[in-house]
């Protein structure tokens, strides 16, 4: 973790405990996720007027039609995520930046791709503050992936396709694995492992997010 996000971690630090032992009790077990929930500042990814409400379990609006997730989800993602040990993991809707900087003090290589420009500036604006150096960014349609970057050990996809693009699943490395959520009305979360050329596809539960779109917004 850099010596810049302890630092701004101090500020706040109480009322992040309280949200940790809420995901605790919502079924979170992995410690290195929850330490990363309890040590990134959630409340620099959102705008002065929502900041009071950062250390809510709850998704948060961030403009352009966006939010940013619960962080019951944003844990539950990435402790699935953990789970397989992937070293380069390809993030698929940067947002505000919240998710990529809590993935960031986990996994070696982080490449997110985020399709409005406006977001991901000021994401990137964030990550710096934070001395986040291990994120590589990108400004595309995030349904494509970055496959001049891949294959990935990991895929999470923040927003929601109504069926895995084959693109993603043809970016997947050997072992790895995608998590994301399907689904246009009825949404689950899903775990998909690559053997081969067999995907091993795991529903694990209801989830709701905006929809993955395609194209981009400069």
């Given at each position: 973790m850099s010596a810049t996000l302890q630092g701004i971690g101090m500020t706040s630090r109480r009322t992040r405990m309280r949200l940790v032992q809420r995901l605790k009790d919502a079924g979170i077990e992995s410690e290195p996720v929850l330490d990363v929930m309890a040590d990134v500042p959630r409340h620099i990814f959102l705008d002065e007027a929502l900041s009071h409400r950062a250390y809510?379990?709850?998704?948060?609006?961030?403009?352009?039609?966006?939010?940013?997730?619960?962080?019951?989800?944003?844990?539950?993602?990435?402790?699935?995520?953990?789970?397989?040990?992937?070293?380069?993991?390809?993030?698929?809707?940067?947002?505000?930046?919240?998710?990529?900087?809590?993935?960031?003090?986990?996994?070696?290589?982080?490449?997110?791709?985020?399709?409005?420009?406006?977001?991901?500036?000021?994401?990137?604006?964030?990550?710096?503050?934070?001395?986040?150096?291990?994120?590589?960014?990108?400004?595309?349609?995030?349904?494509?992936?970055?496959?001049?970057?891949?294959?990935?050990?990991?895929?999470?996809?923040?927003?929601?396709?109504?069926?895995?693009?084959?693109?993603?699943?043809?970016?997947?490395?050997e072992g790895g694995v995608l998590i994301a959520p399907v689904g246009e009305t009825d949404q689950v979360l899903v775990e998909v492992v690559r053997r081969g050329e067999h995907f091993v596809r795991r529903e694990l539960e209801p989830v709701h997010f905006v929809p993955l779109l395609g194209g981009v917004i400069r």
């Open positions: 809510e379990d709850t998704s948060l609006p961030i403009g352009h039609g966006q939010t940013l997730s619960q962080p019951y989800i944003v844990a539950r993602m990435t402790e699935l995520l953990l789970a397989h040990q992937p070293g380069r993991v390809l993030e698929l809707g940067t947002g505000s930046g919240y998710q990529t900087a809590v993935l960031s003090q986990l996994f070696p290589e982080i490449f997110s791709v985020e399709r409005i420009k406006p977001l991901q500036d000021r994401a990137r604006e964030r990550l710096r503050k934070l001395n986040i150096r291990n994120v590589l960014l990108k400004h595309a349609d995030g349904g494509m992936g970055w496959p001049d970057r891949g294959p990935f050990d990991g895929i999470i996809v923040t927003a929601a396709p109504e069926e895995v693009p084959a693109e993603l699943l043809a970016q997947l490395d």
